[in-house]
């Protein structure tokens, strides 16, 4: 059986949404999703509020309300029946969100067991035969194909294949109609 | 360069020690380290007494004070001079560990980056040439070879090479006098 492993932030979570809302919350800034095209939010704020980015999300409460991105349920769960599938995250990044990503998890893709869950840094440890994820910098040394999963960053990447939302991750990993 | 893979508990953390004196302590038990060998301390409590041994392990500073398996530190920061390597702990069996896991690693182990920690459940996810691990049951899936670490439990198995402590692991992978 293959194996898929899976990112979360941008993936599965939508951590995007929050972050932004966020920073224009507490900075009264209006900053949008599509001018972040290309970008980290981090390259487009003022230097001196990049530190406060940094700590929102050592806050160990940030992870734990993020939306699930549409669709991502549904095709995980029937990719399930055909691969074998890992949840794959670069959390030793942010320690601080190690419970609050793992109880997200256990709320959001309960079908999910843990022992297929991997909280990682630098993921070329992965032994899987793809990784769906919106950091190419993980394909670098990653012995699978990694899939390129669309974010307002990336959008300007290419060399991998690409899938913009789980509609396109379920044409390219079930057959039609599945 | 070959990639080896580390195991925290039995292996650089001195888990059983801990385990056993907080039984024998709470129970007024006087269980010995001999008295476990080819046995888990489940298989040789009392039935009533297991729920309480999954408790230890809940606290979640449990992990935060184990001692340090001697020669670890000493003959893993030589490995890292020829080797790329992973601590991974199947910390997926037990969240409540995450965080005493993390900071001890950072405590003891400082020199080990935190992008070459990985918390996992199934071990067949590393992509690693060797996994130095004291339960063989991770080597079955594993894609390269497995190195048992002799741990009380694991007395009577076989299938593997096997080290005993940290001399042997350095006798294995290092050439004499290093």
Request: charge should be negative.
């Amino acid at each position: 059986m293959q194996r898929i492993a899976i990112d979360m932030d941008e993936v599965i979570a939508d951590f995007l949404t929050k972050y932004v809302a966020s920073y224009n919350e507490e900075f009264q800034a209006t900053i949008t999703k599509e001018q972040l095209m290309g970008l980290h939010l981090s390259e487009i704020v003022a230097e001196a509020h990049r530190s406060r980015l940094q700590e929102f999300m050592r806050d160990e409460t940030f992870f734990s309300d993020l939306a699930v991105m549409p669709g991502s349920q549904e095709v995980i769960r029937k990719l399930m029946d055909r691969y074998e599938v890992f949840i794959t995250t670069a959390a030793m990044e942010v320690p601080a969100s190690f419970g609050a990503k793992y109880e997200w998890l256990g709320k959001h893709f309960p079908f999910i067991p843990h022992t297929h869950i991997v909280f990682c840094g630098d993921k070329s440890i992965l032994n899987a035969d793809f990784l769906i994820d919106d950091n190419a910098r993980h394909f670098k040394h990653f012995r699978g194909e990694g899939i390129l999963f669309t974010a307002p960053h990336n959008v300007h990447i290419t060399g991998y294949r690409r899938v913009k939302n789980w509609e396109e991750v379920r044409q390219m990993f079930l057959a039609p109609g599945v």
